[in-house]
Structure formats: C-alpha cells, structure tokens
C-alpha cells in the first residue's frame, strides 16, 4: 500500500525532471535495482528540510532514518547535489528565454544562529546574531550560482571575497555585480583585479524610507525562499559544506516545480 504523499513530496513530473538529471550522472550501477528507490529517499531528505526534524525522527512510512542519511552524504560527497542543481538552474535559465550561463549576479549575506555542534560560528555585531553567515550570489532569476557558509563574525566584505572567488569558477561569462553599500571600499577595486568583473554598489537614497532597491530585491527574495523551510531557519548542521548543499536542495525543489509547471 503506497504511503501518503506529504506537501514537500515531488509530484511525478518534479520527480521525472530529477531522475533524468540523476542517471545523467549514473550515480547508481548499471543493471542494479536498488533496494530503496530513490524517490523515497529524496522525498524523506526533502520533509527533513521543509519541516526541521532530526534524522531519527522521520516518520515511519519513509525508509529507515539511516538508509536516507547515508544516501545524503554519499551524494554531498560525490557532488552529486552539486551537479543535478547546477543542471537544472541551466534548464530554467533557458526555459526563461536567457542563456544558459549568467553575465551579471547579485551578492549578499544572509545571519542565522547555529546550534552548539556547528564547527563555524561567531558574533555577528550588525544583526546581533551569533552563529553563521550565508554569502550567496544569485543570477538575475534569483537562482543560485555558488554559496559559501562561514562564521558570522566574518565582515561582508572578507566573505565576498571567499563567494566571489568561487563565482568565478562557476560562471565564466559574468561581467557585472550587483551589491549593498556593506561592500563598498576596496572590495570594488579587489573585485576588479581579482575576477575581472565590475562591482556596482546600489545605494540607499532616504535610510529612514521603505523602498524595494532595483537588483538588491533579487537575492533578499532568494534568502526569502530558504526561511520557508524549517531547517534553514537556523544553521543545524556541524559542517558548513553541509549547510550550503542544504541550500542547494531546496533550490533544486524549487527548480523542479518551476520547470514541472
């Protein structure tokens, strides 16, 4: 008897999409059936995210707790998230009518609090948060290109650095930009000497008065999208590398449902 399907499920054609992308890798031996099929085991990883519990506590209908876990880490491990996410973020691109690869970003840091067990944390002194800092650039979609977690005590414009460097490896034709005034000051000049791209800083006129920024808007609706999910609330992981493929899930669900629609 099949198990009720939960809201963060996949629908058939979400899952159709993934599973392309996923033998697109052979992640699994050719000519062996697995003993859990997949879509469970993305499903399972998937509640875990959209609701924030523990491992050991996924309901019982879903494979057992360990079974999903190892699958995770085998595919953080391997790249795998890596590779399905930054494919499918080529497919909405050009389903959107861009190219594939982006010629312009947008950069900014999003603080969360940690758990004791994160391996990185500190004191965020602007949001008065200690735990950890996102650093996230975004294409003009609000996709994700690259994302680096760190300790929070980590000023903007030492972290961009980190993301921006990153960025460079992953998308080749980018000529331009886009940040808050946080960056401003010699990471213009970094940026340029460094990556070859132009840092535009897009200021606020009146600090006293709502306004929705043109490009800023972009990346705060990206980091808008993660706090939906219950997990990404608060950094729960040890390592960063596991915060950020958590990121790059959710952003794959997101994809799929845009592209199944």
């Known amino acids: ?8 499920d996949l629908t058939d054609a979400e899952w159709g999409l993934f599973e392309a992308k996923l033998l697109e890798f052979r992640t699994t031996n050719r000519g062996r059936k697995p003993v859990i099929p ?19 506590d996924l309901p019982h209908d879903f494979p057992d707790w360990q079974a999903v876990y190892n699958q995770f880490r085998q595919w953080r491990n391997k790249g795998v998230w890596d590779a399905v996410h930054d494919a499918l973020c080529r497919a909405v691109r050009v389903s959107a ?6 010629t312009a970003l947008i950069i900014d840091s999003q603080s969360v609090k940690a758990d004791e067990i994160a391996e990185e944390s500190g004191y965020d002194a602007g949001k008065k948060i200690k735990g950890i800092k996102r650093h996230a650039v975004v294409d ?9 977690v760190h300790s929070a005590a980590i000023q903007d414009r030492d ?16 000529s331009r930009v886009w940040a808050d005034g946080g960056y401003a000051g010699k990471l213009v ?22 306004k ?11 980091f808008g999208w993660f ?24 952003m794959t669900k997101y994809m799929l449902r845009r592209l199944a629609a």
């Open 38 to 56: 997949k879509r469970e085991m993305v499903d399972a990883i998937l509640y875990r995210l959209r609701t924030g519990c523990q491992w050991r």
């Open 97 to 102: 009518g861009r190219d594939p690869e982006p």
């Open 1 to 8: 008897m099949a198990r009720p399907r939960y809201p963060s």
């Open 140 to 148: 003009v979609l609000g996709l994700l290109i690259c994302v680096v």
């Open 212 to 222: 929705v920024l043109p490009k800023r808007w972009i990346v705060e609706r990206t």
């Open 189 to 210: 000049d970094w940026t340029q000497e460094n990556t070859s791209w132009t840092l535009e800083i897009v200021k606020r006129n009146d600090p006293h008065q709502f």
């Open 227 to 250: 706090m939906k999910w219950r997990c990404l609330n608060r950094h729960h992981a040890r390592k960063t590398v596991t915060g950020e493929n958590d990121l790059r899930i959710v």
């Open 159 to 174: 972290g961009a650095k980190k993301v921006l460097s990153l960025a460079k490896s992953r998308a080749p034709r980018v």
